[in-house]
């Protein structure tokens, strides 16, 4: 069962420009969020996270927003950079669950 | 600090085979997850251990286990290969458990079952 779902397998921008991945779920317990990214023949990598306790969260070009009643999040980059190409995986969990992933959605960054 | 040591980085295996795949978590690590990866299909869970116990396990048959060591390395194995089950396989580690906080991923293990 998909409980965590990334609709866009694929986003291109131009450098400079903002890049808004998103993600839904389905499972109301989530209450912790978090986006991975993931360059070829390298593990996943912590980028951002967020609580449910919070609707937005900033570090420095990347900014994860959490709309709770819809169910979804999103997560934006600005400026874009080319450096930004790779998949990123939008991530959930519950309290004594395990850590959902979506399928991931590839960013390219055009120079 | 070392980061999460994944072993053997690429294998191939035929049908029927069975593989054993090794994970050496961060240093001061507990909890090992693991995770399958295929085109499309993101990252599903596999199971987590944390001191040597199996904490939470995914829906995965029976041919997939796992078990922790003492000293927090982990090893997945799978039994009786089918052409599916070849993917990327990773492991991860955290300080606390695969639901809270921020995991550590490997390099991953690619297998290709022929």
């Known amino acids: 069962d998909q409980q965590v779902k990334q609709n866009s397998p694929s986003l291109s921008v131009q450098e400079g420009r903002i890049s808004i991945l998103n993600c839904d779920y389905t499972?109301?317990?989530?209450?912790?969020f978090l986006w991975y990214k993931k360059y070829p023949a390298e593990g996943p990598t912590f980028l951002i996270s967020?609580?449910?306790?919070?609707d937005k969260n900033e570090d420095g070009r990347f900014t994860v927003f959490l709309n709770k009643s819809a169910k979804h999040l999103s997560l934006h980059i600005v400026p874009s950079q080319p450096g930004d190409s790779a998949v990123y995986f939008c991530?959930?969990?519950?309290?004594?669950?395990?850590?959902?992933f979506g399928a991931g959605t590839r960013l390219t960054v055009k120079p | 600090k070392a980061g999460v040591t994944q072993t053997p980085r690429y294998l191939i295996k035929t049908r029927g085979q069975q593989v054993t795949l090794s994970c050496s978590p961060i240093s001061g690590h507990r909890s090992v997850s693991w995770y399958q990866q295929t085109p499309g299909q993101g990252l599903q869970f596999l199971f987590e251990y944390f001191s040597e116990t199996q904490r939470n396990k995914g829906n995965f048959p029976g041919r997939f286990s796992g078990r922790q060591f003492s000293n927090s390395r982990s090893e997945m194995n799978v039994s009786t290969l089918e052409l599916g089950d070849s993917a990327l396989y990773l492991c991860a580690s955290s300080s606390s458990g695969a639901y809270t906080g921020e995991l550590f991923f490997g390099e991953g293990s690619r297998l290709t079952v022929l």
């Open positions: 967020i609580s449910s306790i919070k």
């Open positions: 991530a959930a969990s519950a309290d004594d669950d395990d850590m959902r």
């Open positions: 499972n109301s317990m989530f209450d912790y």
